[in-house]
């Protein structure tokens, strides 16, 4: 089974940036995508951000477009999320995830393996 390992998460002021990271212990057809979710107190986990580890294709939520960047390092297993221009709406916890599924690939019930979850926290 494929383990999905992040980090890169922490405290940061409104306006500011910070980089997640997320490793894969292994390419399967369960990591055809990788992207993030993340999940704020009270709120449904949603889809952030993915990105296919064979076509590089991106998609994005409408709520972090041109603010967040999704890229991939294939050699290492390895998928990044660039987030500048931070707002404490950001404020969450960040999953890791990877599905063989693009359609609705902002649906946690198509995801098919999850990272344990880094912490994102932006203040006013």
């Known amino acids: 089974q494929v383990q999905l390992v992040e980090s890169g998460g922490g405290s940061v002021q409104a306006g500011g940036s910070l980089t997640l990271s997320c490793t894969a212990s292994t390419y399967t057809d369960e990591t055809r995508y990788m992207g993030w979710f993340r999940q704020a107190p009270g709120k449904e986990r949603e889809g952030v951000a993915t990105i296919g580890t064979t076509s590089g294709s991106a998609f994005y939520a409408a709520s972090v477009k041109g603010r967040f960047t999704i890229s991939q390092d294939k050699a290492k297993k390895t998928v990044y999320l660039q987030m500048n221009s931070l707002k404490p709406e950001d404020t969450a916890m960040y999953y890791c995830?990877?599905?063989?599924?693009?359609?609705?690939?902002?649906?946690?019930?198509?995801?098919?393996?999850w990272g344990q979850g880094t912490q994102v926290t932006v203040s006013s």
């Open positions: 995830a990877g599905t063989n599924i693009l359609g609705y690939w902002y649906v946690p019930s198509n995801v098919r393996c």
